[in-house]
């Protein structure tokens, strides 16, 4: 598969391999089914995740340093992908396919997932990601999120660019949850970041103005300094417990009544949920 003129994320780098470090193949470097999403989204089955390598952004403080930011894994054919996501269904019995920022990679998921649709296998897709998207990406790979998991992780794009090398991040997440809750169920998680809650709040208040205080949201606690944040204040250290609440707070204060807030200093499993039927409508098979 040619993608030397590669501009699927909102770099549009124009070649392969570009910013991200993806090259002309498909690299995965786990899978399996996962209990720590959203509850909707993990379900009483698990949730088919697979994590592919290469990511669009460059986090300071990314946990998964060791494959987003140095492409650890293997390289797989569409046919292997296919069986992958074929064990996930059948095996595993998931409740979704669970794409891990799967923007470098599209074209060959749509082909493996070819493969699986003329075998009469099909399951939900969860388009897992930073939210750094372009819109005319998501509208052309749209059979491949049925529920948009999409990150707004800051609301300026001079933080954006100091910690995670991500110019116009802003504009670039928010119009695609714009799109994402016009075509897809959509879940925005809020990751509250030290010395940045106020961003955070900023991104609730732009949510509620610019798209619905009734849109699923998920806020978290769960903030830990890794890789390159451990000698950069204020990514050096986790978040107050007070910067949290003041995200909690706004939530409340905004009137979001469908979600889930993490409690402080808990585990990504452990959330608190507030609205009702939140199960509803995100592909999770009891």
Same mark, same amino acid.
């Given at each position: 598969m040619n993608l030397s003129q590669c501009e699927l994320c909102p770099r549009r780098c124009g070649r392969r391999p570009g910013f991200c470090g993806a090259e002309d193949k498909l690299r995965i470097f786990r899978w399996g089914p996962h209990f720590g999403e959203e509850p909707p989204i993990s379900g009483e089955r698990g949730s088919g995740c697979i994590f592919f390598s290469r990511c669009t952004m460059k986090c300071l403080y990314c946990q998964n340093s060791p494959w987003s930011w140095k492409g650890g894994g293997k390289d797989y054919s569409v046919e292997e992908l296919a069986a992958i996501m074929r064990k996930l269904a059948v095996e595993d019995k998931v409740g979704n396919w669970n794409l891990v920022s799967p923007t470098p990679y599209l074209p060959f998921i749509r082909e493996s997932a070819a493969i699986l649709k003329a075998e009469g296998i099909q399951l939900p897709f969860v388009w897992n990601s930073s939210g750094y998207e372009r819109v005319e990406t998501l509208e052309e790979y749209s059979d491949l999120c049925d529920t948009a998991l999409f990150d707004l992780r800051y609301s300026r794009d001079e933080t954006s660019v100091l910690a995670s090398a991500a110019p116009n991040y802003v504009s670039a997440a928010r119009e695609a949850v714009k799109w994402a809750s016009k075509n897809a169920k959509v879940i925005?998680?809020?990751?509250? /970041?030290?010395?940045?809650?106020?961003?955070?709040?900023?991104? /609730? +208040?732009? /949510?509620?103005?610019?798209?619905? +205080?009734?849109?699923a949201v998920s806020i978290m606690s769960q903030y830990t300094p890794a890789y390159g944040a451990i000698s950069l204040p204020p990514f050096n250290r986790r978040v107050t417990e007070e910067e949290y609440e003041s995200v909690v707070?706004?939530?409340?204060?905004?009137?979001?009544?469908?979600?889930?807030?993490?409690?402080?200093?808990?585990?990504?499993?452990?959330?608190?949920?507030?609205?009702? +039927?939140?199960?509803a409508g995100y592909g999770v098979t009891k």
């Open positions: 925005v998680r809020i990751l509250v /970041l030290p010395g940045h809650a106020h961003e955070a709040v900023e991104n /609730l +208040n732009w /949510l509620a103005k610019e798209v619905s +205080n009734e849109i707070d706004a939530a409340d204060n905004l009137g979001f009544e469908n979600g889930w807030i993490q409690g402080f200093e808990s585990s990504d499993s452990e959330m608190q949920l507030f609205g009702e +039927n939140m199960n």
